[in-house]
């Protein structure tokens, strides 16, 4: 299945129905741009986590029950890179492993905010949108837990619509990557507005 590209200005495909509450773009020109994205989408999460958890000024973003992201892009785009980024930021320090073959890569994080569960999963080897249901993984996006999903799109609808997505691209004359991400839920725009 192809990967739908994205226009600026104009949400992935799959999702159009739902309103973007909020859309961003990030050049990101190596590796350590990366890195430095995930960090700050690291404390953009915790900094959720911690409003939700004391609204006191914060009514519109409420209590935390996990954030859904979606990560789109071609092979080698960067997605397991900014996940991997993302889970050391918030201090997982063994190995991050993409789970082309696992289906999902479960972890478990101490942050100051809490203990975090993160799911990462990668969909590209589905061929069919009903091998997600028949995976059992409807379960894991109502726990409370954040959800990274590599290749969305081999879902189908199943899925729902995200909080996030983050959709890498090559950037400009193929120099580094840009990232356009879109935020379609109050937990997500909040996320979005602290990266």
């Known amino acids: 299945m192809p990967v739908q590209p994205v226009t600026p200005g104009q949400p ?3 999702h159009a129905p739902a309103p973007v509450l909020l859309e961003r773009r990030f050049a990101l020109a ?3 741009a990366t890195d430095a994205f995930g960090q ?4 953009a999460l915790e900094g959720v986590r ?4 004391h609204p006191a000024g914060a009514a519109e973003i409420p209590r935390f ?3 859904h992201v979606q990560l789109q892009g071609d092979l080698g785009a960067g997605k397991t890179s900014l996940v991997r980024a993302t889970l050391r930021a918030l201090g997982h320090a063994g190995r991050v492993r993409s789970p ?6 479960p972890y478990t994080v101490a942050t100051p905010n809490g203990e975090l569960q993160l799911y990462h999963f990668d969909l590209y080897r589905f061929s069919d949108p009903a091998e997600w249901a028949d995976a059992g993984f409807r379960e894991y996006f109502a726990a409370g837990a954040v959800c990274l999903v590599e290749w969305p799109q081999r879902a189908g609808g199943l899925l729902g619509v995200p909080d996030l ?7 400009d004359e193929g120099e580094g990557r840009v ?7 109050a937990s997500g725009k909040a996320c979005l507005e602290r990266c």
């Open 12 to 14: 992935p495909a799959q």
């Open 30 to 32: 190596d590796a350590a």
């Open 40 to 43: 700050r989408f690291a404390e």
């Open 50 to 53: 911690a409003n939700a958890a």
């Open 65 to 67: 029950s996990g954030l």
């Open 100 to 105: 082309t073959y696992t289906l999902v890569e």
């Open 165 to 171: 997505v983050f959709a890498l691209e090559p950037g």
């Open 179 to 185: 990232l356009t991400a879109y935020a379609y839920s």
